[in-house]
């Protein structure tokens, strides 16, 4: 070894040992009579101090050191006079007798610093100097812990972690997939995996009993803000169980995170059907720190006379506590948020109920004080509360007021990320209509069990079949999903059909799979959860790409090794491949 | 759950217990009065039994079953009457109270035993009923173990696991590579890594001093028995380190693999310089379960008026202890094996030392029983004893003499699975000279160090130049090797030029290494290991088939799924791509 400690764990007990230490140089302070220099690695910093009056040819040479030149020095500890409470080698520093420059380093493109003054694109070019700065440390090192904590508690419950294929075959239903040519089958194309569903089910019939993976997946998918084509998955699945074993077992995963690597006890995870998530909160991933649930106002707010009210399907308020003093441009803050493309409403009505008891609203011309009052009662709000009514379609109005009251929540610093919710959404609906291609989609995937009380109405009232399906969802983040699924080869052709499928399609992607179902399958099911994001739910952060050591960009790029690129005639020919011109 | 206990865990002490257990028929015996039912999962067999006389109707039921049914019975654990020691559950067995049919089952078509009937194609086409298997659900517990291991030893010393990406560039050094076609930049490839080599430099250049990650690896090459064109590697570098401490970290790990999984207890790993290898073994991955090393004769077999002898770069033979009685015919056998292709010697010289002291060899007339004597004393062979010889050009003879040897070591049975042999191959040349190209290749990769004592020879003698670069070998099969990387620009650059690349191409392909280089990169070296083939031979095995769960067969197709296959045109469209007629 180039040292005999690290940068990170000498402290007083050390005084007077002889050390080795190598390193980059954090920063240099030249002093005159001293130079001290801050070493980094990854374990933390120690200065570094050197006398000119005792040693004056070193000195001069670390005054020669620039920023992140690699060093090895050996020296004596001593006890420091100027003491940094702040790190846990600051009571101590280095007095060198011994430096060898390891290797030189040009002055980096931004500041090697907690807070950088690197842009986005740079950092991504120079991706191995971001990832020097302590935060991407701290992340990765979270990352590392949790993928540590997860295989701990699934070991223990004697779950076996199995390898499923890369290179696998492309299947139309869900994203798009990215494709493999075959060489040796010309014209023939492996996808990658989007998940290991179909394979994980395998292992089901196989009887694995119990299997987990982290596991790298990929969707081919145009990238939003913060969307990666290679992303990390917790996959599970298990036999012999039902809906309420999967959240028992993964709830407790969760807890056993939460506490380990946060030292969170959280309490019992709550469960939320999907219909009551929409009714209160018009997501299926609601942000739960906060209460402001909704409250429906059809029998108190209809028949008064105002029009865009009378003939709507749904008008639906949230209370925002204390809010009755905003000021028109606040009001009018509000209603332009709802009005933007992104949430798509008409308008904003406002009540606010001052504190004198009086209400003052946005449709004064149309309801009464006493109409105003029977709102106030029914979204219990108390005078100073300022009352947000949408008004419409239920479904639409519904996604319009869930995105108000996520601002609101966030205005009134209600979303606090060191603060923790968690709950199962369930009992979602197993296929939702997709207005575009006219035809049934699986909400979960085609492989999602129906309820089996709700089987009947696959062919009468496809849309109100629930699936034992379930989300996890950390304050408001769709965290894991998962659902009880299909094991039997009748039901599995039926749900093919009720999705559109021939039967020579369904034969052709899944053949193999409800072949395998025909040789004794157990009844499972499973759950996937994001990594990355749980990762930066974790650390209470919103970008997964800081959770990624060598993230793509917006476009799919790897910005430090630049790929994709062209490849040779050579390696087409040998593909049987030719681009359009 | 729809059990209460596994079928491997009830034993004498459940007596009387009600329990509820769930699995597949493994097996029905109809005794007349009492059928009998050996239940299977995951975990074990337990012998289910269906009385007659007090229950006619749910044994007529359990009568129906077939084999491979997935049930769910519940009743008592009763003491059995004829005990089978063989199993953990065999003291004991269930009185069956209820029997629910949870799926039926088609007829395998193989039998589910240890020992099968079906063919190999047969059973990677059903391999979910292949993995029921025992041996293969061993495999896949023992793949669990081992990464398990691998995993708390590293994470014991600071390893931190960090994943990288599978969507990365094309380049041609190497192997070739499977390309993924980017949708979102038509006419541009993403490449999957054959490792992830650059990636963990760049950690390295990036201070995480020590990285793991067992990770999958793609190669597109022709498919040689038991290669897989996707692989796992357990992959790790480390920071300010000299080979001495790769080589301890990673023989702690290979003894900590063994004692923990095989409860074996491996004695200190020793060193040989890949001179000496090839000098004894002719090999670089030499199996030391037996000794039988090679002896050089030239001094005393040359000279004697031989003339294939006399003329030869190298004569060299091994003793083959105890086979001075071979016969003619396995004499004959012996040369044959030599002059088959994949061998290609043109003959073989055997010296018999016969009991009675006298030698009775193949080129009798041309060496004096004397001249004999002075071979055997170089051997130190004894009467008894049958010394093989081979003559020709030096690196040939010792490739032709090493199959000997192993072919000598499988007919006398010395490389027995269950006894294990580790070692360290060291110092191996950095370049090897290709006749068919014409050029320097690197024998490891080009970003292995040149030892910094033989790096002026770079221009002189290359192929003398030796690297910092070590293989593990356990019992004749190369399970791991790596190297001291380099770690400087100018360095880097000296090697691509060696290795026939210009300015542009080495900038194209690797300038984002080389310029992490210039940013304080610290001395690194690392090491990968084949994770499949490191199970196989913990397990005593030759197959790494046997030890992945859904491998695919010598075309590269997963029989299974029946992949690869076409893709639609509208995805060849989405892709810019055409398929060659």
Same mark, same amino acid.
């Given at each position: ?5 690290t940068?990170?764990?000498?402290n007083?007990?050390?005084?007077n040992?002889?050390?080795?230490l190598?390193?980059?140089?954090q920063?240099?302070?030249d ?5 001290? *220099? ?6 933390? *910093?120690?200065?570094?101090?050197f ?5 004056d040819q070193?000195?001069? @040479?670390?005054?020669?050191?620039g920023? &992140? ?7 004596k500890? *001593?006890?420091?006079?100027? /003491?940094?409470?702040?790190?846990p080698?600051?009571?101590? &520093? ?8 390891l ?15 690197g842009?986005?694109?740079?950092r ?10 302590n935060p991407?440390k ?8 949790? #993928? ?5 508690y ?8 199995? !390898?499923?294929?890369y ?10 997939d ?6 040796m089958?010309p014209?023939e194309f492996?996808?990658?995996p989007?998940s ?15 299997y ?11 990238? =939003?803000?913060d969307?990666q084509?290679?992303f990390?998955?917790i ?7 039902t ?5 028992d ?7 056993h995170?939460? /506490?380990t690597?946060?030292?969170?006890e959280l ?7 999907y219909?009551?998530a ?19 106002l059809n ?5 008064k ?9 749904l008008?639906?308020?949230i ?6 003093n905003?000021?028109?441009k ?15 409403a008409n ?6 109920y001052? !504190?004198?008891?009086?209400? @003052? ?6 309801f009464?004080q006493?109409?105003l009052?029977q709102?106030a009662d029914?979204m219990q709000?108390q ?6 009514v949408l008004a419409?379609? @239920?479904?639409?109005? =519904?996604?319009q ?5 996520? &601002? ?10 060191n ?11 197993l296929l939702?209509?997709?207005?575009d291609?006219?035809r049934?989609?699986?909400?979960h ?5 129906p309820?089996?009380?709700d089987i009947? +109405?696959?062919n009468t009232? +496809? ?8 989300d ?11 659902s ?8 599995q ?5 009720v999705?559109?499928?021939? +039967? ?6 899944f053949?193999?799979l ?18 990355? =994001? ?6 209470g952060?919103? #970008?997964?790409r800081?959770f990624i050591a ?6 799919? =790029?790897d910005?430090? *090794?630049?790929?994709p ?7 087409l020919?040998?593909l049987g491949?030719?681009?359009?011109k």
């Open positions: 070894m180039l040292r005999t400690h940068c990170g764990e000498l007083i007990n050390h005084v040992q002889h050390v080795t190598s390193g980059w140089v920063k240099s302070r002093l005159g009579g001293m130079t001290f *220099i801050d070493l980094r690695d990854f374990y933390g *910093i120690t200065q570094l101090a006398n000119m009056e005792t040693n070193l000195c001069e @040479k670390a005054r020669t050191l920023r &992140e030149y690699v060093i090895q020095i050996s020296g500890v *001593i006890e420091r006079e100027n /003491k940094n409470p702040n790190i080698t600051g009571e101590i &520093e280095i007095l060198v007798e011994e430096l060898t420059i290797n030189t380093s040009k002055t980096p493109p931004f500041t090697i610093e907690d807070e950088t003054d842009g986005e694109e740079l991504m070019k120079y991706r191995y100097l971001d990832l020097r700065r991407l701290k992340n990765l090192r979270l990352r590392h812990q949790v #993928s540590h904590a997860v295989r701990s699934l070991d223990e419950l004697g779950f076996t972690e199995v !390898e499923t294929p290179l696998i075959k492309s299947t139309p239903e869900g994203a798009r990215f494709v493999v040519p075959s060489r089958h014209g492996y996808a990658l989007q290991p569903q179909t394979f994980k089910q395998l292992l089901m019939v196989a009887g694995y009993d119990r987990y993976q982290i596991v790298k997946c990929f969707r081919d998918e145009d990238l =939003r803000a969307r084509p290679e990390t998955q996959d599970c699945e298990m036999s012999f169980i809906q309420e074993d999967i959240l077992v993964f709830g407790g995963m969760v807890k995170l939460f /506490k690597v946060k030292g969170i309490d019992e995870i709550p469960l939320l059907p219909s009551e929409m009714r209160l909160y018009g997501s299926d991933k609601p942000d739960t720190r906060f209460d402001m649930t909704f409250v429906e029998d108190v707010a209809q028949g006379g105002f029009k865009v009210f009378d003939s709507v399907e008008i639906v308020g209370n925002a506590k204390g809010c009755a905003y000021s028109r606040q009001l009018d803050a509000l209603t332009d948020f709802v009005k933007r493309p992104q949430v798509g308008g904003l009505v406002y009540v606010k001052n !504190e004198d008891g009086t209400f @003052k609203s946005s449709v004064d011309k149309f009464t006493e109409d009052q709102w029914k709000a005078p100073g509360d300022l009352l947000l419409g379609e @239920k479904d639409k109005t =519904r996604k007021l869930n995105e108000l009251r996520l &601002e609101m929540g966030t205005r009134l610093g209600l979303r606090n990320p603060e923790y919710k968690v709950l199962w959404v369930t009992d979602f609906p939702e209509w997709d207005e291609t006219n049934w989609y699986a909400m995937h085609p492989f999602t069990a309820k089996p009380e009947e +109405k696959l009232h +496809k849309g109100e079949v629930r699936a034992n399906a379930y996890l969802v950390i304050n408001g983040v769709e965290i894991g999903g998962g009880i699924r299909i094991h039997d080869r009748t039901l052709e039926k749900m093919f059909e999705l559109g499928f021939s +039967k020579e399609e369904a034969e052709k992607q053949g193999f409800m072949g395998a179902f025909e040789y004794g399958a157990p009844p499972h099911g499973g759950i996937a959860f994001g990594f990355d =994001r749980l990762c930066a739910v974790l650390a952060s919103d #970008s997964i800081d060598f993230p793509k960009n917006n476009a799919g =790029r910005m430090m *090794i630049d790929a690129d062209t490849i040779s005639q050579e390696q020919d040998e491949l030719m681009l359009k």
